[in-house]
């Protein structure tokens, strides 16, 4: 099995940001994006971690990848073939990934059902 220690969190809203928290309360390295960089400033400064300018460098040396976004680009996260962030990195993964949203867009639920 493989060990997680360090994790990127992108999107850091009313269910992210929490969600995000108990992870690093449970000691586990957060490297975190948010749209909007003071959000994500103000949960450095509240939980620790990191914050970075895009969700690439977020990713950049975590073992494991989540993503709670409703309103962003969902191609962000899931796009054929189930590469994450294709357009900014064509390398395969190097990490595991999940998305949690309570919203997901057009282009979302077509990433999701082309991805299958």
């Given at each position: 099995m493989r060990t997680v220690s360090t994790v990127a969190f992108i999107g850091?809203?009313?269910m992210g940001g929490p969600m995000a928290g108990h992870l690093?309360?449970?000691?586990?390295?957060?490297?975190?994006?948010?749209?909007?960089?003071?959000k994500a400033d103000a949960w450095v400064n509240e939980y620790g971690g990191s914050a970075h300018a895009s969700p690439k460098d977020a990713a950049a040396g975590a073992d494991l990848v989540l993503s709670c976004v409703g309103k962003a680009?969902?191609?962000?996260?899931t796009p054929p073939p189930r590469q994450i962030w294709?357009?900014?990195?064509?390398?395969?993964?190097?990490?595991?990934?999940?998305?949690?949203s309570t919203l997901l867009s057009p282009a979302?639920?077509?990433a999701l059902?082309?991805?299958r």
């Open positions: 850091l809203g009313v690093a309360r449970q000691g586990l390295t957060l490297r975190v994006y948010n749209r909007t960089r003071a680009p969902f191609w962000w996260i294709r357009k900014s990195s064509p390398e395969p993964a190097n990490y595991t990934a999940s998305a949690f979302g639920n077509k059902s082309t991805a």
